[in-house]
């Protein structure tokens, strides 16, 4: 989620108001998609800004890849 909402909220400042966010995570993709309830109470605020991060943005979609092909979240 850390990753994800560093993200976000660079894309808002830059005034990137489109974004496709593709992550790994299919934990988290399926959270914020709210096809998963979140389960963990420590992960309950991260979604929630998440919720709250994504009112900034026109149009926002968040697609799961397989690990393998993301090569982004290596480096991170």
Do not use: C
Request: hydrophobic share 40%; proline share 3%.
């Amino acid at each position: 989620y850390e990753a994800l909402i560093i993200g976000m909220k660079l894309a808002i400042k830059w005034n990137i108001h489109h974004v496709k966010v593709i992550g790994d995570s299919q934990l988290i993709i399926k959270q914020v998609n709210d096809e998963y309830k979140v389960k963990d109470d420590k992960l309950i605020p991260y979604k929630k800004l998440v919720e709250t991060l994504k009112e900034y943005f026109v149009h926002i979609t968040f697609e799961k890849i397989p690990r393998a092909q993301n090569r982004s979240a290596d480096v991170m």
